[in-house]
């Protein structure tokens, strides 16, 4: 049997890429950190994952699986060497420490004369994560490597959509390597970026207009997150699907999804009766009360999730720049601004800012609004509007 390498055995990796490879005959390789978890993985050769809906549940076991740590690099070499499929699952700052193993494998296999592609796909929350990769990969080679990099090494962006939260404590000690997720099972990745001929991965579609996945990944899926945990913080919620069944949010959260949806169409000639039913099925999806996803979980790190190019901001200039006014995004930045967990200290920078800016300044320095612009003056006038009734 084959080997897939996984690096990150966390929600993504465990919790829907290791499912797809080994639903498609490789033995999982973990790299991970994580002692405790390596050990059982390697003791057990399997973990469960348990598929969880308003409908029911689906017990899985994913086998065969194996485990190995970070720091130790030539092993994780030696997997890599022999490999030609694996995954990143790490989180984007974890990857310049993912970067030098990478360009180890390459100069082992380029020493080896192995003239067969490695190709990872690239599972992290950023855009262009694959080049963003390479360019620290090619850091550690020299010419000569890298040229065999452009050849050998496949860095392929996907668009993660399978919903995949943290397990509540209490089962987390009772089964350390359980993972639960949603249902939803579709992989698309950047045909282009492949080296070679592109694996048989149960579910991945390679797709030649990714930017277009990227975009509806971004400016529907993730905005309509965002958009769902700040509305629902202001009126006091604590899971996605219960804020749903309010009306006013559930109106609020369709008409941001909607807004992007018609953006994108038009951007990237998209059917927008196909958007549509994309949104409508996010929305049934959203509403899933056994994964019991919290508003926290969907609003945590406010900075980030109302910068310029991010899923709300981003979502509300792509609808600009298609020549729309956007109408429900204004609202859902401001309310972003509302946001304040006592768990999310970056939460709590934003509302530092707020109170030493004002939410004029606020606004221009994480989003880059202008106040003076008529999206700067629809947001203020949204975030005063929820002041007085928050």
């Known amino acids: 049997m084959s080997k897939a390498v996984i690096f990150g055995a966390g929600n993504i990796g465990r919790g ?29 050769r399997a973990y469960p994952l348990h598929l969880v809906s308003n409908h029911g549940q689906e017990q899985l076991v994913i086998a065969p699986v194996s485990a190995t740590h970070a720091g130790k690099v030539s092993q994780v070499v030696d997997v ?65 490597e890298k040229e065999y990099a452009d050849r050998f090494l496949g860095l392929v962006d996907t668009v993660i959509g399978r919903m995949v939260p943290p397990l509540p404590e ?12 949603e249902p939803y099972k579709q992989l698309p990745v950047a045909k282009n970026m492949f080296r070679g001929t592109i694996p048989d991965v149960v579910s991945m579609q390679a797709e030649d207009n990714f930017e277009a996945f990227t975009a509806m990944k971004l400016f529907i899926h993730n905005a309509g997150h965002a958009a769902l945990a700040y509305f629902g913080f202001l009126l006091g919620y604590q899971y996605g699907w219960e804020a749903l069944e309010n009306t006013d949010i559930y109106t609020d ?9 018609e953006a994108i169409s038009k951007k990237y000639h998209i059917d927008p009766v196909a958007l ?89 320095k994480i989003s880059g609004i202008s106040p003076n612009e008529t999206l700067g003056q629809r947001v203020l006038q949204a975030y005063n509007h929820q002041t007085m009734s928050f």
């Open 16 to 44: 829907f890429i290791g499912q797809l490879f080994s639903e498609s005959g490789y033995e999982v390789c973990f790299v991970d950190i994580d002692v405790e978890l390596i050990d059982r993985l390697n003791n057990d």
């Open 80 to 144: 890599l060497r022999g490999c030609t499929l694996g995954a990143t699952a790490v989180g984007v700052r974890a990857l310049p420490h993912v970067a030098p193993v990478i360009a180890n494998a390459v100069q082992q296999r380029m020493v080896g004369d192995i003239d067969l592609p490695l190709n990872l796909i690239i599972c992290e929350n950023r855009q262009n994560a694959g080049e963003y990769l390479r360019s620290l990969v090619y850091e550690h080679l020299s010419e000569e």
């Open 170 to 181: 209490d089962l987390r000690v009772e089964e350390p390597t359980l993972i639960r997720a």
């Open 253 to 261: 959260v369709r008409g941001v999804m909607q807004e992007s949806s």
């Open 276 to 364: 549509d039913a994309y949104s409508q099925e996010l929305i049934q999806r959203f509403q899933n009360k056994a994964l019991g996803d919290t508003l926290f979980r969907l609003g945590r790190d406010p900075m980030r999730k109302l910068s310029p190019e991010d899923r709300l901001v981003g979502a509300a200039r792509l609808v600009e720049e298609v020549g729309s006014a956007p109408g429900f995004l204004p609202k859902a930045i401001a309310a972003g601004y509302h946001f304040h967990h006592p768990e999310d200290e970056i939460s709590s920078e934003v509302q530092g800012m707020i109170n030493s800016l004002g939410i004029e300044g606020a606004l221009q």
